[in-house]
């Protein structure tokens, strides 16, 4: 099951996607303290957050499986959760609307089997994005680099669903291609250091089959829950498939 909280909060405070990583201490304080621990001894990471101040303040929270959804979302469910400290900056942070919606992985099915074909996706950046390859930083979009990243994270969802398919990654990047972007580049701070990434809107093609398309949707579409990149449990990689057309 895919899930996605979203926090409307009030604060005096000056708050944007720059504080994210503040907002994953107060993730990691109010979930379920086992959980907690479990992702921390096998170093998996499913769930994404990231803040936006574009239409008011948000905080968006979002799992990949049922168990992140039982162990992160559902004590943040609680009437007794209104407010958290922000203990860095010294801001008490108030929760005035919370709303909740899921998706189960059959609908993501239902888009791979779907007869229509989507050969174009607009794609929205919706917080600081990047990758690594080679131990560097990658800052701009590329179309091997997003898929790959979707597919590790598909797979570390599931226990019985290995997506990390070298042959169709390879398939997708040389049938696929930005056809149109508005990207701009900025840094986002992280223990110390500011990570080169970038935030905006790509248009991506799809020139291979059908089945191609559908699958590479697909994979965008739990983007959607996952983020993309690196750091996304942090702030960072939160996408939004923003139009489709044919």
């Known amino acids: ?38 992702m921390h001894l096998t170093g998996l990471h499913p769930y994404s957050q990231f803040v936006s101040s574009r239409d008011g303040l948000i905080w968006t929270i979002r799992t990949i499986n ?30 005035i609307n919370k709303s909740i919606t899921t998706k189960p992985y059959e609908d993501l099915m239902k ?32 179309t091997r680099l997003i898929f790959g990243s979707l597919m590790r994270k598909y797979s570390a969802a599931s226990s019985s669903t290995d997506m990390t398919d070298e042959d169709t990654l390879q398939y997708i990047a040389e049938h696929s291609s930005i056809s149109d972007f508005r990207i701009r580049s900025t840094r986002f701070p992280l223990e110390g250091v500011k990570i080169p990434s970038f935030m905006g809107e790509i248009t991506i093609r799809f020139r291979g089959t059908d089945t191609m398309a559908r699958y590479a949707k697909m994979l965008l579409e739990f983007g959607e829950f996952s983020g993309v990149g690196i750091k996304s449990g942090m702030g960072m990689g939160a996408i939004r498939i923003i139009e489709r057309t044919k």
């Not at 009030?10 to 994210?20: P, T």
């Not at 888009?111 to 701009?140: C, G, M, W």
């Open 111 to 142: 888009t791979f089997n779907s007869e229509q074909t989507d050969k174009y996706v607009k794609l929205e950046f919706e917080s600081p994005t990047a990758f690594k390859r080679d131990n560097e930083y990658v800052f701009i979009p590329d």
């Open 1 to 38: 099951m895919l899930a996605e909280l979203k926090l409307t909060l009030k604060s005096d405070g000056d708050i944007g996607y720059l504080q994210s990583t503040l907002f994953q201490g107060v993730l990691m304080e109010h979930a379920n303290k086992e959980y907690a621990e479990s």
């Open 66 to 95: 049922k168990d992140a959804y039982h162990g992160i979302i559902e004590p943040l469910l609680s009437p007794e959760f209104n407010s958290f400290e922000l203990k860095k900056k010294e801001l008490t942070v108030e929760i």
